[in-house]
T-cell receptor, first 112, second 113 residues
Framework: NAGVTQTPKFQVLKTGQSMTLQCAQD?????MYWYRQDPGMGLRLIYY???????DKGEVPNGYNVSRLNKREFSLRLESAAPSQTSVYFC???????????FGPGTRLTVT | SQQGEEDPQALSIQEGENATMNCSYK?????LQWYRQNSGRGLVHLIL?????REKHSGRLRVTLDTSKKSSSLLITASRAADTASYFC?????????????FGAGTQVVVTP
């Protein structure tokens, strides 16, 4: 079991470029989440998917889009990157109900 | 906005000592969770305590919850160098059905041998 995997691990973008962050889980979990973590702060929720086929906004969704491709995969897209999106991005999954979440290793994104 | 506030922001102790950190939150919760993050890594779930529980243990970890004060504490007993990490509390609000976590800013713990 790999758990939650994320690609890429690191990425540098220029302002205005686009990219997609990939996330996959092999635990057959229903719910998946994207968070961002800025220095000295906890994680903030960008988007989540309560189940396959549904997505919804979190606390900081502006500038992002998501796709729940299937039960395993949940991608995060930056259409036009801005320096304010420089952050570490974490994907997480949860089996359903209100339980603990399992986190991926993160993607460190720098926008110049 | 952050739901929780951890206190202290940083803690430095020696191996063998106990480490205590506190978390306060603002809204009514379904549960409160503690996570550990080693430098440059993802978060690892440590323990979950539900709103109708007052204390929970897991190995060297002890968590308390006081819903009347909207606060929780995490105690790590007999600390080891490997406990060096950031610790975050996260809450799930009673109004939330989808497990959305709201995190505090974390406590950085350094355990020196």
């Amino acid at each position: 079991n790999a758990g939650v995997t994320q690609t890429p691990k690191f990425q540098v973008l220029k302002t205005g470029q686009s990219m997609t962050l990939q996330c996959a889980q092999d635990m057959n979990h229903n719910s998946m989440y994207w968070y961002r973590q800025d220095p000295g702060m906890g994680l903030r929720l960008i988007y989540y998917s309560a189940s396959e086929g549904t997505t919804d906004k979190g606390e900081v969704p502006n500038g992002y889009n998501v796709s729940r491709l299937n039960k395993r995969e949940f991608s995060l897209r930056l259409e036009s990157a801005a320096p304010s999106q420089t952050s570490v991005y974490f994907c997480a999954s949860m089996r359903g109900g209100l339980y603990e979440q399992y986190f991926g290793p993160g993607t460190r994104l720098t926008v110049t | 906005s952050q739901q929780g506030e951890e206190d202290p922001q940083a803690l430095s102790i020696q191996e063998g000592e106990n480490a205590t950190m506190n978390c306060s939150y603002k809204t009514s919760i379904n549960n409160l969770q503690w996570y550990r993050q080693n430098s440059g890594r993802g978060l690892v779930h440590l323990i979950l305590i539900r709103s109708n529980e007052r204390e929970k243990h897991s190995g060297r970890l002890r968590v308390t919850l006081d819903t009347s004060k909207k606060s929780s504490s995490l105690l790590i007993t007999a600390s080891r160098a490997a406990d060096t990490a950031s610790y975050f509390c996260a809450t799930v609000a009673t109004t939330d059905s989808w497990g959305k976590l709201q995190f505090g800013a974390g406590t950085q713990v350094v355990v020196t041998p």
